[in-house]
């Protein structure tokens, strides 16, 4: 059975750089299947995707044009994991952030979710 | 960007009753790449619906995707009292995939 537990920080200062974790039980990140997505969700801007990582012969990401310059997604192989790096923050990065599974590009499965709040 | 506007915003039905949500899009969506999310507080979404008309095994057949152009639409044929959600609809036939704005659908 598919599942998705996500791990990291849940509160920081602006300018840190927010780190999550996706573990992954029940498929594997290297799949040629999947896509392993980032979306994160707040009450004034809704559902955000912020970008993927995917691995077709070789990896793959791709990242919404509003967090382009600040974001990182990546895979760990050893670890069956996707992490997700947001540089820069302000309180505007504030949100409830999902991992989920693409299959290839409907999101069929997600994470919990992690709360992260940006405050001085 | 493709901007997806769901219409209503809010929904109030009883349960038993019809409801049709609808997301339409500013520009066209790939190959019908569009699909439809429940959401209850607390939880992550649900996939519900892919490909705007395929039902995603273990929904009830009471949902419903279709499409015509541009408009995207969410039939529920007759509401259960777990039907009571928030709905988002998703495209995902470009590069950045977007999200609808989302219709709360509740009980009249």
């Known amino acids: 059975q598919m599942q998705l537990q996500q791990s990291g920080p849940g509160l920081l200062k602006p300018s840190q750089t927010l780190s999550l974790t996706c573990a992954i039980s029940?498929?594997?990140?290297?799949?040629?299947?999947?896509?392993w997505n980032w979306i994160r969700q707040s009450p004034s801007r809704g559902l955000e995707w912020l970008g993927w990582t995917y691995y077709r012969s070789k990896w793959y990401n791709g990242s919404a044009e509003f967090v382009k310059t600040r974001i990182v997604i990546y895979p760990d192989t050893s670890k069956n994991q996707v992490s997700l790096l947001l540089n820069s923050v302000t309180p505007d990065d504030t949100a409830l952030y999902f991992c989920?599974?693409?299959?290839?590009?409907?999101?069929?499965?997600w994470g919990p979710g992690t709360l992260v709040t940006v405050s001085s | 960007e493709n901007v997806l506007t769901q219409s209503p915003g809010t929904l109030s039905l009883s349960p038993g009753e019809r409801a049709v949500l609808s997301c339409r899009a500013s520009?066209?969506?790939?190959?019908?790449?569009l699909a439809w999310y429940q959401q209850k507080p607390g939880q992550a979404p649900r996939l519900l619906v892919y490909?705007?008309?395929n039902r995603v095994t273990g929904v009830p057949d009471r949902f419903s995707g279709s499409a015509s152009g541009t408009d995207f639409t969410l039939t529920i044929s007759r509401l259960e009292p777990e039907d009571f959600a928030l709905y988002f609809c998703h495209q995902y036939g470009s590069a950045s995939f977007t999200f609808g704005q989302g219709t709360k659908l509740e009980i009249k």
């Open positions: 520009q066209r969506v790939s190959n019908s790449n």
């Open positions: 490909g705007a008309v």
């Open positions: 989920a599974r693409g299959e290839p590009r409907a999101l069929g499965d």
């Open positions: 029940g498929d594997n990140v290297s799949s040629n299947r999947a896509t």
